[in-house]
T-cell receptor, first 115, second 113 residues
Framework: EPEVTQTPSHQVTQMGQEVILRCVPI?????FYWYRQILGQKVEFLVS????????KSEIFDDQFSVERPDGSNFTLKIRSTKLEDSAMYFC?????????????FGSGTRLTVV | RKEVEQDPGPFNVPEGATVAFNCTYS??????FFWYRQDCRKEPKLLMS???SGNEDGRFTAQLNRASQYISLLIRDSKLSDSATYLC??????????????FGQGTILTVHP
């Protein structure tokens, strides 16, 4: 079964450092997403990406965040200057169509710990 | 009012029990509805989509009431392996919303022997 791959599985970084979280979506999918889940809280939408541009973003996705699809296969989330409150699980997801009834395929996540 | 609201539980049931989870959503423009399952510190995995006509997948039955903005999940003959957090998820696709998923807090289910 096709899967969404995320690396690294765990990243520890110092406050103020830049981090890049990487994702390889399913190859024929067109819509890409980042979500995050702070420990003990609900999964929250960060950003959606389609046709090489951001299609929607949440209030969480401020100027410290950016996304990129640099080579047609990878989909990255960059946090420029990490804060303690950025510590969370970050999930990448992809879908063939927008809002389809088949749901979304999520990657296994990157656990980001900011110290 | 929360966008997607669930009873957080926890629900502790014996094997073989029937358990029901409820969920309400606030955005009447929502178009797609799902139940996801999340194991501890893992990614959400799609359990089933939910349709107005109701749908069943083995021991799992989901119902949607658009008028009441209410979604339910029924699990029959619970197994130990059903222990997880069940997430009610809603999507308001179309227009400027590119299929963004809105998650509920999740309902914790523990099935014991």
């Amino acid at each position: 079964e096709p899967e969404v791959t995320q690396t690294p599985s765990h990243q520890v970084t110092q406050m103020g450092q830049e981090v890049i979280l990487r994702c390889v979506p399913i190859s024929n999918h067109l819509y890409f997403y980042w979500y995050r889940q702070i420990l003990g809280q609900k999964v929250e939408f960060l950003v959606s990406f389609y046709n090489n541009e951001i299609s929607e973003k949440s209030e969480i996705f401020d100027d410290q965040f950016s996304v990129e699809r640099p080579d047609g296969s990878n989909f990255t989330l960059k946090i420029r200057s990490t804060k303690l409150e950025d510590s969370a699980m970050y999930f990448c997801a992809s879908n063939e169509v927008s809002g389809g009834d088949d749901g979304y395929t999520f990657g296994s996540g990157t656990r980001l710990t900011v110290v | 009012r929360k966008e997607v609201e669930q009873d957080p539980g926890p629900f502790n049931v014996p094997e073989g029990a029937t358990v029901a989870f409820n969920c309400t959503y606030s955005n009447s423009a929502s178009q797609s509805f799902f139940w996801y399952r999340q194991d501890c510190r893992k990614e959400p995995k799609l359990l089933m989509s939910v349709y107005s006509s109701g749908n069943e997948d083995g021991r799992f039955t989901a119902q949607l009431n658009r008028a009441s903005q209410y979604i339910s999940l029924l699990i029959r003959d619970s197994k130990l392996s059903d222990s997880a957090t069940y997430l009610c998820v809603v999507s308001a696709a179309g227009g400027t919303s590119y299929g963004k998923l809105t998650f509920g807090q999740g309902t914790i289910l523990t099935v014991h022997p």
